[in-house]
């Protein structure tokens, strides 16, 4: 496997993070099951959407799909705090469900509480019968600590029980681009956009794996067939600066290598 620079690794993880790009003061939408949205929305619709679900929570708190659809709510606002609650207090009722455990562990890893979100999905998935959801989401939560290997094991697990999920396909795609295996990363979300259930996330991360390989001529073609003339350039072009200041940090570690040591 090779190896990336802390900060290389850093350039992936911003750009996985802000969904590829954000474009003006817009925000990612998240999804329940794949990592990695790029689907840039304003603040005023983000806002209107937590004020919707929140008049929904209020009259319905014990229903499952409610809950859920406000806490995603909060977390495309921002306030993962506040996500992290909702769910917590779900738990209780809803500690069984896959949907709700893995809703409740990613909730807690975008909080930065890594030990807990582990420790709440392994809780919830049973060993005799494991749920290939909870699974993905152990694995994407193994990546953003720095673990890609058991990650990759899990994912493996997962697509056994789940063959060809596209999802799954979409989070061991990233476990790879993330540690700077852009084909490998590539074949795999090239599986996961094959799929008729993938979404236009994959297909945008599937335009990521293309261009930090240089492939932009394709990774434009992917980018622009889903998304609004705007938002794909506002895509490519926050793609482009990154891929230049990722060329910056490899020409810098290049000159330090090449320093005598003291």
């Not at 979409?170 to 993330?178: D, V």
């Not at 072009?237 to 990722?246: E, G, I, P, W």
Request: hydrophobic share 40%; with cysteine; glycine share 6%.
């Amino acid at each position: 496997m090779s190896r990336t620079t802390p900060k290389t690794s850093l350039a992936l993880a911003l750009i996985l993070a802000a969904g590829v790009a954000l474009g003006g003061c817009a925000r990612r939408a998240a999804d329940s099951d794949t990592t990695g949205s790029v689907s840039p929305q304003t603040e005023t619709a983000i806002r209107a959407n937590v004020d919707s679900w929140a008049k929904r929570y209020a009259s319905s708190p014990d229903d499952t799909a409610t809950v859920l659809g406000y806490a995603q709510a909060l977390r495309q606002n921002g306030q993962t705090q506040q996500a992290v609650e909702v769910l917590r207090t779900a738990m209780v009722q809803h500690g069984k469900d896959p949907q709700m455990a893995s809703a409740y562990g990613k909730a807690l890893a975008a909080n930065g509480d890594f030990e807990a979100a582990l420790k709440v999905i392994r809780g919830a998935n049973p060993l005799t019968n494991p749920d290939w959801r909870l699974l993905s989401a152990e694995g994407a939560i193994l990546d953003q600590v720095g673990n890609p290997a058991e990650a990759r094991r899990v994912y493996e697990t997962a697509l056994k029980i789940a063959p060809e999920e596209p999802s799954i396909l979409n989070n061991f795609g990233l476990s790879y681009l993330l540690s700077n295996e852009p084909q490998k990363a590539e074949e795999m979300l090239r599986r996961a956009a094959a799929s008729p259930r993938a979404d236009s996330r994959i297909r945008q991360n599937l335009a990521l794996a293309l261009g930090v390989q240089g492939k932009f001529g394709e990774a434009e073609t992917v980018a622009r067939a889903e998304l609004s003339p705007e938002q794909a350039e506002a895509n490519l072009a926050y793609l482009r600066s990154m891929l230049t200041q990722q060329n910056t940090w490899r020409a810098i570690k290049q000159a330090d290598s090449g320093k005598p040591k003291s």
